[in-house]
Nanobody
Framework: QVQLVESGGGLVQAGGSLTLSCAAS??????IGWFRQPPGKEREFVAA????????NYANSVKGRFTISRDNVKYTVYLQMNSLKPEDTAIYYC?????????????????WGQGTQVTVSS
């Protein structure tokens, strides 16, 4: 079974950009999703991408600002985050879907990474 590790988080000024990486230990044919969890709040869907990279889904709150992509040679999924807002501040996680399609609920995903902190200052 693949293991996932997130990286690329940090402190950034509002309006800035960050690119997160979700590195897998091997090839996966499952959908990979990005979720985030602000302090004291529930984990919420951000974006997901199918194994082939031809299907994507985004939360309305990030649509037009974030871009998800994957490199199946490097076994890595990326989340490019532009025009960052303070409300984007959260721990960002990636995980793989245990069902077909592109689900948006956390319960449909397994193999969660350790998370990477994104903090956006105003």
């Amino acid at each position: 079974q693949v293991q996932l590790v997130e990286s690329g988080g940090g402190l950034v000024q509002a309006g800035g950009s960050l690119t997160l990486s979700c590195a897998a230990s091997g090839r996966t044919l499952f959908t990979i999703g990005w979720f985030r969890q602000p302090p004291g709040k529930e984990r919420e869907f951000v974006a997901a991408i199918s194994w082939s990279g031809d299907s994507r889904n985004y939360a309305n709150s990030v649509k037009g600002r974030f871009t998800i992509s994957r490199d199946n040679v490097k076994y890595t999924v990326y989340l490019q985050m532009n025009s960052l807002k303070p409300e984007d501040t959260a721990i960002y996680y990636c995980a793989r879907s245990q069902v077909t399609g592109i689900p948006t609920t956390p319960s449909s995903y397994i193999g969660w990474g350790q998370g990477t902190q994104v903090t956006v200052s105003s």
